[in-house]
């Protein structure tokens, strides 16, 4: 009976109202179909075809845009440009991480199945085909027709060797060799009762035993070595050797031997159901001889208490074990009985073994009834379980052993621990075991039915009998099983049925949410009996962990011949080999007949395995990849015709570029989805090179005598294997460019209909291009390593640095294929390798130009003459060559250099200029900078960069570092020459001795140099090196251009500059720094541009060649002012800092703002010394802002006296405190204010340049008068009671300015100048006439005369005094002393006034 599985979801247009998307073959008829691209307006004539669809043969490569995405691992988001071998190794990666998603066997084999697709023996789509058939020799069937008692045979298939036991002799022969010889063992007593090949223990045998016979016979059982060694022709021989290990069995007569990979032996006997272990040693020790019986599983009790069954239901058969396998990956042992009782035990080291799990025929007949909902004829009490196979841990976790029932059905097993709901649990051991999946035989005849919607059903047919009754089977992984199955009519004749996953199909089906454990399987006839059945190859694995195992299209590539079984019979050994896809898809299309045929096996294979799967298999055909469908003619031979119709269906059924939706955005090229057909190269491609992309280059080790060996880690044959497939691929590509999509050029771009089209094609021409250069990569990159390992590496690897040989131990085929950082050191380990021919002799041309032809990347011209040029300069440093030779040889090697400078890599600049120093040839180190910089940066774009001041983020900042690097090496080029020139003398017999000459020599290169970025860099460096002597020394206008630019940015450049002005007697220019540099925004404190400002003015002073007077007049005067206002800032300061009035807090803002900059004087007035009362600074910055408002200065003067009073009144304050204080004991007394005004007068005086506006003497004088008068500063207080007029005086104000003030105030009698007051007036009057009068008598010219007015005044003064005699002058003279002093003046005056008469004329008065 067949029952429906569950349906999966109806596809679009399987329900009723749901409308489905048309076919794209069909596409004009869908009125909603979404376009990419516009159509192309139709003509009557022919035309390409529209973008995305189909031409060729009609049939067009995409299917579901999910699959497309997903073979292609291109997400939908606009990528970021990236170079061609980027691209390409992304592509590859996606590839191979998707073959290394393929599902592990649990996810798909989890249900019932019946889902076989059974082809015939001749079909081109049969799964396994029988390749050879090997007769039983002659001589081996002549000692087995002289058998007495028994006779085996079997199979050492991975020796490629068959053996023969005939009563108590054992024979092995080569089954491949066509007249092999017998490698006999004869030296056995009794009949032989089983045989089989084991591993080895480690460290107990020879190493050159690489397996143990262990024999067993009716009385003991004892172990052979085998020698097995790899002969030149391909073939194994082997060797045996005797161990002299056998043990006595005592009455147990081996029949099932099994062996752990550890070495562990495991047997059982015939007559009961143990499981016994030969142990076995190197040596006897105590009471223990080398070998040793172990019974894991008798009880003592059962010799005497028979089982519960016996009891009940009298004695049954007696069970025994008909065969034991072993999981090493799991540590466990499995059993078979012949009841079908299947036991699981766990092997734990050294030698237990401890039985976990027993599962009876009871049990898995009750596991099947809970998966089965109906009862299946083949799965009930009447079935016998007659084989069992282990699924390793890295096939899959958790399925763990597949039973095979007579009625051929397949049950899968799984086992669960403890560990598994524990943590921490140290108990792996499984414990329990349940049915996972129920493979039934293939049906007898397929019965689909539709379902209501129209969808169709698949059914599991539990009925089928094809495989009945299966007497022996075997799986191997990841799947392959072989089934021998024997029928009633010829019961000595097995039929073979063979099957495998489809790992194409799982894989599409998992991409399109319908993964089912597809198989497909064939029939092969072997014509009689099977006795041993073997995996000649090894064993499968696609990955070493279960995610990916399976995935036998990954790996179709890697070993041609794929997997090979041998199935011994009693007429010879039948060989049959597991067929690729490609090996598929090659017959396939060689046995179709014309277009119409193609198109429908090309469908076929697309809905079986999709497109990108077909099309990739259809590439490999292209490039001779698969079989040639004729018998005795190896693989890679394919015939033309199928090679042309896999040609064709690569070139037509490619598919096209896709654009996503853009959602407004424009179309760009990083958008593009590349076809089908790119997907299949990519594909192709990184299965080609799977083994190589991430396994390291080499491998180090250690010889016999402890010396260090480097190893190749993928074998060379391999290496060349992929290069040549690499090639072929290549050749077909470059043989049909012109029909290939993406590789045609502008070709392509004259197709598009649109602009999105042509974006579209130059995306996909693109992609295309990047695994081209990919494998250009990879056939260089191949080629290289075989040279490589063609030199001695040991001696390349000792020439290394530690930094590269870390690298190249690290170094993976990826990075040399598509880094940078690979090719670099490539590029390293030629030089190596050149470098080392050198010194053994050989030419640098033979050998560099072999290395080029090989691996152009690696080598290329520019790096032939990177070698010449290391080669002349080589032979310079040979010590015995004359210096004219030597140095004609360093020249040449220049010239050399200089010719690839563009290429130059910085470890060859580095070592050129290494040597060159070593050699003393400075000049040419230097210039071979010179010129690597220059071709680093031929646009001079650095320069630019500088002029436009190095903004930050700007792409020309790397050129300028790159050229810095260059320019660094001539630095320490320039140390060592000056070090060595300080050791030696420069004139030796008033000749220059050769270090000065090399000396001359460079500096010329560095002085005659037009590279203006490497005179600033050097003249940079000399000051960071404190050089700045050197610099000023400099001759050349770059040195001017250097430090005017720097001058701006710095304070230390800008005084440099001004002493390079100075050196060279352009004073104006330095006043015109140092005058910027003052106004500039530089942290210079006020003291420092007062500095400054004092140095402008001195130099702007100094006539200077060149300079017009007018324009030293102009800079004079700026800087004058600018000094003058930096005077009035800094005194604000200094008063300000001290100025109890101010709060701390402020303290730090006044600072900043003062202690720096020029501030402008109305802000130094409004801010500062009007608002803090500091008049003297405000009458200064009058002076200096031409401030002419009389009645504010007055009033400013007026104030400041008035303020200068009442502080000195303060301090005097203060001190008497302190003096009472102290008991009167004396101190330092504080001025009197007179004193303090008479300096703040003559400072203001002295400052304002006796400016008449700021020292109005008509004003100031009476103002200072009054105050004197008025404040008892007289002698009173010990002052000279005439001290305001002498003030005056001093300060060089006229007699004459100070009599006329004098008299104005005698004669206004103002206040405090009115009666009695007048005296002290007149005292200042008659002391001011007196110094005149002294100053007219010391000038000595007889000239010298007073005007009328001034004895006008003196009479005034002693009338009125004659007649207030008596009038008291508090502070002044005594007023008697007072009158005579009048007196004398007067007669004085007198004497010296110009006489009306003296002068008239003659007849006049």
Same mark, same amino acid.
């Given at each position: 009976?067949?029952?429906?599985?569950?349906?999966?979801?109806?596809?679009?247009?399987?329900?009723?109202?749901?409308?489905?998307?048309?076919?794209?073959?069909?596409?004009?008829?869908?009125?909603?179909?979404?376009?990419?691209?516009?159509?192309?307006?139709?003509?009557?004539?022919?035309?390409?075809?529209?973008?995305?669809?189909?031409?060729?043969?009609?049939?067009?490569?995409?299917?579901?845009?999910?699959?497309?995405?997903?073979?292609?691992?291109?997400?939908?988001?606009?990528?970021?440009?990236?170079?061609?071998?980027?691209?390409?190794?992304?592509?590859?990666?996606?590839?191979?991480?998707?073959?290394?998603?393929?599902?592990?066997?649990?996810?798909?084999?989890?249900?019932?199945?019946?889902?076989?697709?059974?082809?015939?023996?001749?079909?081109?789509?049969?799964? @396994?085909?029988?390749?050879?058939?090997?007769?039983?020799?002659?001589?081996?069937?002549?000692?087995?027709?002289?058998?007495?008692?028994?006779?085996?045979?079997?199979?050492?298939?991975?020796?490629?060797?068959?053996?023969?036991?005939?009563?108590?002799?054992?024979?092995?022969?080569?089954?491949?060799?066509?007249?092999?010889?017998?490698?006999?063992?004869?030296?056995?007593?009794?009949?032989?009762?089983?045989?089989?090949?084991?591993?080895?223990?480690?460290?107990?045998?020879?190493?050159?035993?690489?397996?143990?016979?262990?024999?067993?016979?009716?009385?003991?059982?004892?172990?052979?070595?085998?020698?097995?060694?790899?002969?030149?022709?391909?073939?194994?021989?082997?060797?045996?050797?005797?161990?002299?290990?056998?043990?006595?069995?005592?009455?147990?007569?081996?029949?099932?031997?099994?062996?752990?990979?550890?070495?562990?032996?495991?047997?059982?006997?015939?007559?009961?159901?143990?499981?016994?272990?030969?142990?076995?040693?190197?040596?006897?020790?105590?009471?223990?001889?080398?070998?040793?019986?172990?019974?894991?599983?008798?009880?003592?009790?059962?010799?005497?208490?028979?089982?519960?069954?016996?009891?009940?239901?009298?004695?049954?058969?007696?069970?025994?074990?008909?065969?034991?396998?072993?999981?090493?990956?799991?540590?466990?042992?499995?059993?078979?009985?012949?009841?079908?009782?299947?036991?699981?035990?766990?092997?734990?080291?050294?030698?237990?073994?401890?039985?976990?799990?027993?599962?009876?025929?009871?049990?898995?007949?009750?596991?099947?009834?809970?998966?089965?909902?109906?009862?299946?004829?083949?799965?009930?009490?009447?079935?016998?379980?007659?084989?069992?196979?282990?699924?390793?841990?890295?096939?899959?976790?958790?399925?763990?052993?597949?039973?095979?029932?007579?009625?051929?059905?397949?049950?899968?097993?799984?086992?669960?621990?403890?560990?598994?709901?524990?943590?921490?649990?140290?108990?792996?051991?499984?414990?329990?075991?349940?049915?996972?999946?129920?493979?039934?035989?293939?049906?007898?005849?397929?019965?689909?039915?539709?379902?209501?919607?129209?969808?169709?059903?698949?059914?599991?047919?539990?009925?089928?009998?094809?495989?009945?009754?299966?007497?022996?089977?075997?799986?191997?992984?990841?799947?392959?099983?072989?089934?021998?199955?024997?029928?009633?009519?010829?019961?000595?004749?097995?039929?073979?049925?063979?099957?495998?996953?489809?790992?194409?199909?799982?894989?599409?089906?998992?991409?399109?949410?319908?993964?089912?454990?597809?198989?497909?399987?064939?029939?092969?006839?072997?014509?009689?009996?099977?006795?041993?059945?073997?995996?000649?190859?090894?064993?499968?694995?696609?990955?070493?962990?279960?995610?990916?195992?399976?995935?036998?299209?990954?790996?179709?590539?890697?070993?041609?011949?794929?997997?090979?079984?041998?199935?011994?019979?009693?007429?010879?050994?039948?060989?049959?080999?597991?067929?690729?896809?490609?090996?598929?898809?090659?017959?396939?299309?060689?046995?179709?007949?014309?277009?119409?045929?193609?198109?429908?096996?090309?469908?076929?294979?697309?809905?079986?395995?999709?497109?990108?799967?077909?099309?990739?298999?259809?590439?490999?055909?292209?490039?001779?990849?698969?079989?040639?469908?004729?018998?005795?003619?190896?693989?890679?031979?394919?015939?033309?015709?199928?090679?042309?119709?896999?040609?064709?269906?690569?070139?037509?059924?490619?598919?096209?570029?896709?654009?996503?939706?853009?959602?407004?955005?424009?179309?760009?090229?990083?958008?593009?989805?590349?076809?089908?057909?790119?997907?299949?190269?990519?594909?192709?491609?990184?299965?080609?090179?799977?083994?190589?992309?991430?396994?390291?280059?080499?491998?180090?080790?250690?010889?016999?005598?402890?010396?260090?060996?480097?190893?190749?880690?993928?074998?060379?044959?391999?290496?060349?294997?992929?290069?040549?497939?690499?090639?072929?691929?290549?050749? @077909?590509?470059?043989?049909?460019?012109?029909?290939?999509?993406?590789?045609?050029?502008?070709?392509?771009?004259?197709?598009?209909?649109?602009?999105?089209?042509?974006?579209?094609?130059?995306?996909?021409?693109?992609?295309?291009?990047?695994?081209?250069?990919?494998?250009?990569?990879?056939?260089?990159?191949?080629?290289?390593?075989?040279?490589?390992?063609?030199?001695?590496?040991?001696?390349?690897?000792?020439?290394?640095?530690?930094?590269?040989?870390?690298?190249?131990?690290?170094?993976?085929?990826?990075?040399?294929?598509?880094?940078?950082?690979?090719?670099?050191?490539?590029?390293?380990?030629?030089?190596?390798?050149?470098?080392?021919?050198?010194?053994?002799?050989?030419?640098?041309?033979?050998?560099?130009?072999?290395?080029?032809?090989?691996?152009?990347?690696?080598?290329?011209?520019?790096?032939?003459?990177?070698?010449?040029?290391?080669?002349?300069?080589?032979?310079?440093?040979?010590?015995?060559?004359?210096?004219?030779?030597?140095?004609?040889?360093?020249?040449?090697?220049?010239?050399?250099?200089?010719?690839?400078?563009?290429?130059?890599?910085?470890?060859?600049?580095?070592?050129?200029?290494?040597?060159?120093?070593?050699?003393?040839?400075?000049?040419?180190?230097?210039?071979?900078?010179?010129?690597?910089?220059?071709?680093?940066?031929?646009?001079?774009?650095?320069?630019?960069?500088?002029?436009?001041?190095?903004?930050?983020?700007?792409?020309?900042?790397?050129?300028?570092?790159?050229?810095?690097?260059?320019?660094?090496?001539?630095?320490?080029?320039?140390?060592?020459?000056?070090?060595?020139?300080?050791?030696?003398?420069?004139?030796?017999?008033?000749?220059?001795?050769?270090?000065?000459?090399?000396?001359?020599?460079?500096?010329?290169?560095?002085?005659?140099?037009?590279?203006?970025?490497?005179?600033?860099?050097?003249?940079?460096?000399?000051?960071?090196?404190?050089?700045?002597?050197?610099?000023?020394?400099?001759?050349?206008?770059?040195?001017?251009?250097?430090?005017?630019?720097?001058?701006?940015?710095?304070?230390?450049?800008?005084?440099?500059?001004?002493?390079?002005?100075?050196?060279?007697?352009?004073?104006?220019?330095?006043?015109?720094?140092?005058?910027?540099?003052?106004?500039?925004?530089?942290?210079?404190?006020?003291?420092?541009?007062?500095?400054?400002?004092?140095?402008?003015?001195?130099?702007?002073?100094?006539?200077?060649?060149?300079?017009?007077?007018?324009?030293?007049?102009?800079?004079?005067?700026?800087?004058?002012?600018?000094?003058?206002?930096?005077?009035?800032?800094?005194?604000?300061?200094?008063?300000?800092?001290?100025?109890?009035?101010?709060?701390?807090?402020?303290?730090?803002?006044?600072?900043?703002?003062?202690?720096?900059?020029?501030?402008?004087?109305?802000?130094?007035?409004?801010?500062?010394?009007?608002?803090?009362?500091?008049?003297?600074?405000?009458?200064?910055?009058?002076?200096?802002?031409?401030?002419?408002?009389?009645?504010?200065?007055?009033?400013?003067?007026?104030?400041?006296?008035?303020?200068?009073?009442?502080?000195?009144?303060?301090?005097?304050?203060?001190?008497?405190?302190?003096?009472?204080?102290?008991?009167?004991?004396?101190?330092?007394?504080?001025?009197?204010?007179?004193?303090?005004?008479?300096?703040?007068?003559?400072?203001?005086?002295?400052?304002?340049?006796?400016?008449?506006?700021?020292?109005?003497?008509?004003?100031?004088?009476?103002?200072?008068?009054?105050?004197?008068?008025?404040?008892?500063?007289?002698?009173?207080?010990?002052?000279?009671?005439?001290?305001?007029?002498?003030?005056?005086?001093?300060?060089?104000?006229?007699?004459?300015?100070?009599?006329?003030?004098?008299?104005?105030?005698?004669?206004?009698?103002?206040?405090?100048?009115?009666?009695?007051?007048?005296?002290?007036?007149?005292?200042?009057?008659?002391?001011?006439?007196?110094?005149?009068?002294?100053?007219?008598?010391?000038?000595?010219?007889?000239?010298?005369?007073?005007?009328?007015?001034?004895?006008?005044?003196?009479?005034?003064?002693?009338?009125?005094?004659?007649?207030?005699?008596?009038?008291?002058?508090?502070?002044?003279?005594?007023?008697?002393?007072?009158?005579?002093?009048?007196?004398?003046?007067?007669?004085?005056?007198?004497?010296?006034?110009?006489?009306?008469?003296?002068?008239?004329?003659?007849?006049?008065?």
């Amino acid at each position: 009976m067949a029952f429906p599985q569950t349906p999966s979801h109806a596809l679009p247009g399987a329900f009723l109202h749901t409308p489905a998307v048309a076919s794209r073959l069909n596409s004009q008829q869908d009125p909603v179909r979404r376009r990419l691209f516009r159509d192309n307006p139709t003509s009557s004539g022919g035309q390409a075809p529209r973008f995305g669809q189909d031409h060729g043969l009609g049939l067009d490569a995409p299917t579901s845009l999910a699959e497309e995405q997903a073979a292609r691992g291109l997400p939908i988001q606009n990528m970021p440009p990236q170079p061609p071998l980027t691209k390409a190794a992304t592509y590859i990666n996606t590839a191979l991480n998707r073959d290394a998603e393929y599902p592990q066997l649990d996810s798909y084999c989890r249900q019932m199945s019946s889902d076989y697709d059974l082809t015939r023996n001749d079909s081109a789509w049969a799964p @396994f085909q029988k390749t050879n058939m090997y007769p039983i020799p002659q001589n081996v069937l002549e000692q087995y027709n002289r058998a007495e008692v028994s006779t085996m045979m079997g199979l050492f298939a991975e020796l490629n060797h068959a053996w023969v036991t005939i009563d108590n002799c054992l024979y092995l022969w080569d089954y491949t060799h066509p007249n092999p010889e017998l490698i006999g063992y004869e030296d056995s007593p009794h009949s032989i009762t089983a045989v089989k090949l084991v591993p080895p223990k480690p460290d107990v045998f020879n190493k050159v035993i690489t397996h143990i016979l262990v024999v067993a016979t009716t009385s003991e059982m004892f172990l052979l070595g085998v020698a097995a060694r790899d002969a030149p022709s391909g073939a194994k021989t082997i060797e045996l050797y005797g161990t002299k290990m056998s043990q006595p069995l005592k009455g147990t007569e081996a029949r099932v031997i099994a062996g752990s990979t550890n070495g562990r032996i495991f047997f059982s006997g015939q007559s009961d159901n143990d499981i016994y272990e030969l142990k076995y040693q190197q040596e006897e020790k105590w009471f223990q001889g080398r070998t040793d019986k172990i019974n894991h599983t008798y009880r003592p009790w059962t010799a005497t208490v028979p089982y519960p069954s016996q009891i009940f239901w009298g004695k049954t058969a007696t069970e025994y074990i008909v065969d034991i396998v072993v999981d090493d990956s799991r540590n466990l042992l499995y059993s078979l009985s012949n009841s079908s009782t299947v036991r699981t035990y766990h092997m734990e080291p050294p030698n237990r073994l401890t039985k976990v799990i027993e599962k009876t025929k009871d049990d898995f007949l009750r596991d099947i009834a809970h998966v089965l909902s109906v009862v299946s004829p083949l799965l009930n009490e009447r079935m016998d379980i007659v084989s069992i196979s282990p699924i390793t841990a890295t096939e899959d976790f958790k399925v763990h052993l597949m039973a095979l029932t007579n009625t051929g059905c397949r049950l899968f097993m799984s086992a669960t621990s403890a560990a598994s709901y524990m943590l921490n649990s140290s108990n792996q051991a499984p414990q329990s075991m349940q049915l996972q999946s129920i493979k039934f035989p293939p049906s007898d005849q397929r019965r689909p039915r539709a379902d209501p919607f129209g969808g169709p059903v698949e059914y599991t047919d539990i009925q089928a009998r094809s495989l009945e009754t299966s007497r022996r089977g075997i799986r191997f992984a990841p799947g392959y099983f072989l089934d021998f199955i024997t029928k009633t009519d010829q019961p000595n004749v097995d039929l073979l049925f063979m099957s495998a996953p489809d790992s194409g199909r799982i894989n599409h089906g998992r991409q399109n949410q319908n993964m089912r454990f597809y198989e497909h399987a064939n029939w092969i006839e072997i014509g009689s009996r099977a006795e041993d059945v073997g995996l000649v190859t090894k064993p499968f694995a696609a990955t070493g962990q279960p995610q990916g195992f399976g995935n036998e299209l990954a790996v179709q590539f890697d070993d041609p011949n794929g997997s090979e079984f041998a199935i011994l019979t009693n007429t010879g050994i039948h060989l049959v080999r597991r067929r690729r896809l490609v090996d598929i898809f090659a017959s396939a299309i060689r046995s179709v007949a014309g277009d119409e045929g193609l198109k429908a096996e090309v469908t076929r294979f697309r809905n079986a395995y999709g497109n990108v799967e077909t099309i990739t298999a259809a590439l490999a055909v292209a490039c001779r990849q698969g079989e040639n469908g004729r018998a005795g003619i190896g693989r890679g031979a394919i015939d033309q015709g199928t090679q042309d119709r896999a040609k064709q269906v690569f070139i037509n059924f490619g598919g096209h570029p896709r654009l996503p939706d853009q959602d407004g955005q424009p179309a760009t090229i990083e958008m593009v989805q590349p076809s089908t057909r790119h997907a299949a190269l990519t594909l192709y491609i990184s299965r080609l090179v799977r083994k190589l992309w991430k396994s390291r280059v080499i491998g180090l080790g250690t010889d016999a005598g402890g010396a260090l060996t480097i190893m190749s880690v993928v074998s060379t044959g391999k290496l060349r294997d992929v290069q040549g497939s690499v090639e072929s691929l290549r050749n @077909f590509l470059d043989a049909n460019r012109a029909f290939i999509q993406g590789l045609s050029g502008p070709a392509d771009l004259r197709r598009a209909g649109s602009k999105q089209e042509e974006v579209g094609f130059q995306g996909e021409h693109q992609a295309m291009r990047a695994l081209e250069t990919l494998m250009t990569g990879i056939t260089e990159g191949i080629s290289f390593v075989t040279t490589l390992f063609e030199e001695r590496v040991t001696d390349i690897f000792a020439r290394l640095d530690d930094t590269a040989r870390q690298q190249l131990r690290d170094l993976t085929y990826e990075q040399l294929f598509s880094q940078d950082s690979g090719k670099e050191l490539a590029k390293v380990l030629v030089k190596a390798i050149v470098n080392r021919n050198i010194e053994n002799g050989s030419n640098v041309e033979t050998v560099a130009d072999a290395l080029r032809r090989k691996c152009g990347s690696f080598c290329s011209p520019d790096d032939v003459v990177v070698f010449k040029a290391q080669e002349q300069l080589k032979k310079a440093s040979d010590p015995s060559l004359n210096p004219n030779t030597s140095r004609t040889l360093l020249h040449e090697s220049l010239r050399l250099f200089e010719k690839v400078a563009k290429n130059l890599t910085q470890a060859n600049l580095e070592s050129a200029v290494d040597q060159y120093v070593g050699l003393r040839y400075y000049a040419g180190a230097i210039q071979l900078c010179l010129v690597v910089a220059n071709e680093k940066d031929r646009g001079n774009a650095a320069l630019s960069w500088v002029n436009d001041g190095k903004p930050v983020g700007d792409p020309r900042a790397k050129l300028f570092d790159d050229r810095r690097i260059c320019y660094g090496l001539i630095h320490l080029v320039l140390q060592d020459l000056d070090a060595a020139s300080s050791r030696e003398p420069e004139m030796v017999d008033g000749k220059p001795t050769l270090i000065a000459t090399k000396r001359a020599e460079a500096y010329d290169v560095v002085s005659t140099s037009s590279d203006e970025v490497f005179h600033f860099d050097l003249y940079e460096w000399y000051i960071q090196q404190g050089w700045t002597d050197r610099l000023l020394n400099i001759d050349s206008p770059h040195v001017t251009t250097f430090l005017r630019r720097l001058a701006s940015k710095d304070v230390e450049h800008a005084d440099l500059l001004c002493r390079f002005y100075t050196m060279r007697k352009r004073y104006f220019d330095a006043a015109k720094v140092q005058a910027g540099l003052v106004q500039s925004d530089f942290p210079i404190s006020i003291k420092d541009r007062l500095t400054l400002l004092s140095k402008a003015k001195t130099n702007a002073s100094v006539m200077t060649t060149g300079v017009s007077r007018q324009e030293q007049q102009l800079l004079n005067h700026e800087v004058t002012e600018l000094l003058e206002v930096a005077h009035i800032q800094d005194d604000l300061l200094e008063r300000l800092k001290v100025d109890a009035r101010i709060p701390p807090e402020r303290q730090p803002e006044i600072r900043q703002a003062l202690d720096g900059k020029i501030q402008p004087l109305s802000e130094l007035f409004n801010g500062y010394a009007d608002q803090a009362g500091y008049y003297d600074l405000c009458l200064l910055i009058y002076h200096v802002a031409d401030f002419r408002n009389s009645t504010t200065i007055a009033q400013t003067w007026s104030s400041l006296i008035e303020q200068t009073h009442e502080n000195v009144a303060e301090q005097w304050a203060a001190y008497n405190a302190e003096h009472r204080g102290r008991g009167g004991q004396d101190g330092e007394s504080p001025p009197q204010p007179y004193e303090v005004l008479i300096g703040q007068i003559q400072e203001i005086c002295h400052r304002s340049s006796n400016d008449s506006f700021i020292f109005p003497v008509p004003t100031l004088l009476p103002e200072i008068c009054r105050y004197a008068f008025e404040n008892a500063q007289d002698s009173r207080n010990g002052a000279n009671v005439n001290w305001p007029v002498a003030i005056f005086l001093g300060l060089g104000v006229s007699y004459d300015l100070v009599v006329r003030v004098l008299e104005g105030i005698f004669d206004a009698q103002e206040v405090p100048f009115r009666g009695a007051g007048r005296v002290r007036v007149v005292e200042w009057i008659t002391f001011a006439a007196g110094q005149w009068i002294r100053d007219l008598g010391r000038s000595g010219r007889p000239e010298a005369r007073l005007d009328p007015w001034v004895s006008d005044l003196i009479s005034g003064c002693d009338t009125w005094l004659s007649a207030n005699i008596r009038s008291n002058n508090e502070g002044g003279a005594d007023i008697k002393d007072l009158a005579r002093s009048v007196k004398e003046t007067r007669r004085a005056v007198e004497g010296l006034i110009v006489s009306p008469i003296a002068n008239r004329s003659m007849g006049f008065y």
